[in-house]
């Protein structure tokens, strides 16, 4: 089946470590997109990527990374210069263009600093 | 950038009733998206709606883009329709594919 995997679906951070949340999906998408969710609130987003090897940053992308090295692939590094990076993260993907085919989304990943 | 607001916060509904969710923009878009989020997390493609009418099932949608807003319709709800809607839009000065959310309506449907 095609779809979107995120992991792993929960992970606890010390204060000032990197983590690395992974996003693989088999859906032959071009574009693909991290959001951040809070308690209560809706999606937010961090960085986006529409084609192999190039990615734009979203609204909120202070103290994230990524890279598209492939086009399946889309890791977010949360880094130690995110001050408060207790979330929900989530992963999405969808064929570009105009987006009129919809957006797929991950199950998301759990983020807890300890 | 673009607004999006989402009306009522919350909702608590009794099994088998009807009602309305709506999503005001603040700008020209051509692309809008409702999204259901279960209680798990996992997030479902409802509609693509930028314009006019779709019906899947219980759950219908309508937008209306000249005067920027969009509605949700549930009718004979039922305890899996729970969670949250959001409302996503992508404006059309925008460049690059990407949508900006609402803050949600949260819905509750009682047995």
């Known amino acids: 089946d095609g779809g979107i995997t995120q992991s792993p679906k929960y992970l606890f951070r010390k204060e000032g470590q990197n983590v690395t949340l992974s996003c693989e999906q088999n859906?032959?998408?071009?574009?693909m997109y991290w959001y951040r969710q809070d308690p209560g609130q809706g999606l937010r987003l961090i960085y986006y990527?529409?084609?192999?090897?190039?990615?734009q940053k979203g609204d909120i992308a202070e103290g994230y990374s990524v890279s598209r090295e492939k086009k399946e692939s889309f890791p977010l590094t949360v880094t130690s210069a995110q001050k408060n990076p207790t979330a929900f993260y989530l992963c999405?993907?969808?064929?570009?263009?105009?987006?009129?085919?919809?957006?797929?989304f991950g199950s998301g990943t759990r983020l807890t600093v300890v | 950038g673009i607004q999006v607001e989402q009306s009522p916060p919350d909702l608590i509904l009794q099994e088998g009733a009807n009602s309305t969710l709506r999503c005001n923009f603040s700008?020209?878009?051509?692309?809008l998206q409702w999204f259901h989020q279960n209680p798990w997390g996992q997030l479902i493609n409802l509609f693509y709606?930028?314009?006019g009418t779709k019906q899947n099932g219980r759950l219908s949608a309508t937008t209306v883009a000249t005067e920027r807003y969009s509605l949700l319709y549930i009718s004979s709800s039922q305890t899996t329709d729970s969670g949250v809607y959001f409302c996503?839009?992508?404006?059309?000065?925008?460049?690059?594919?990407?949508?900006?959310f609402g803050g949600g309506t949260r819905v509750l449907v009682k047995p």
């Open positions: 999405a993907s969808s064929i570009g263009g105009t987006g009129r085919y919809g957006y797929t």
């Open positions: 859906l032959n998408h071009d574009a």
């Open positions: 990527s529409q084609i192999v090897n190039d990615f």
């Open positions: 700008d020209s878009v051509n692309n």
């Open positions: 709606i930028p314009s």
């Open positions: 996503a839009v992508e404006p059309i000065k925008a460049a690059g594919n990407k949508l900006t």
